[in-house]
């Protein structure tokens, strides 16, 4: 089973073309914005996290058209940086507290409850998520 905070860009482009399965679509992987200075040669070693957008392409007259967008949630996910890790438990506990706001799909990848609170149950998941061998 693939961690899918760890799916460099290459990896999520092969996926979802595979899982289109639509001849004459190409797939597009753009990272969130804090990443747009990583060369494209390097694409695929940047893990993809939460904000990251997907385009399916397809050629119309020789030119490749949009078709669909898709901006990426990966659960735990917080900071948008592919890694759920010490930061993103760092970052829900002062949400949690009141300290801080996340917003959008961020709060949506920490939200793991689904519920209209984010709470102890939330922050407790990313843990979780970033330490899966913690004894609980």
């Keep these: ?5 760890k ?5 999520v482009k092969e996926q979802v073309a595979k899982a289109l399965a639509v001849s004459g679509c190409t797939v597009e992987v753009s990272l969130d914005e804090k990443y747009t200075a990583a ?3 390097n694409l695929d ?3 993809v996290g939460t ?12 030119v490749d058209v949009p078709v669909a967008t898709i901006k990426l949630i990966v659960e735990g996910d917080v900071t948008g940086d592919g890694v759920i890790d ?16 996340l917003t959008g799909l961020y709060y949506i990848a920490g939200n ?6 984010f709470d102890i149950n939330d922050v407790n998941a990313i843990v979780n ?8």
């Design 39 to 41: 060369s494209d040669a």
């Design 45 to 47: 070693k940047i893990p």
């Design 86 to 101: 010490t930061l993103d438990c760092m970052i829900a506990d002062i949400v949690k507290n009141g300290d801080a706001d």
């Design 1 to 5: 089973n693939m961690d899918t905070a």
């Design 51 to 62: 904000g990251a957008t997907v385009t399916i392409l397809q050629k119309v007259g020789g």
């Design 112 to 117: 793991l409850s689904n519920d209209t609170a």
């Design 129 to 136: 998520k970033a330490i899966p061998d913690k004894i609980a």
């Design 7 to 11: 799916i460099g860009a290459e990896q």
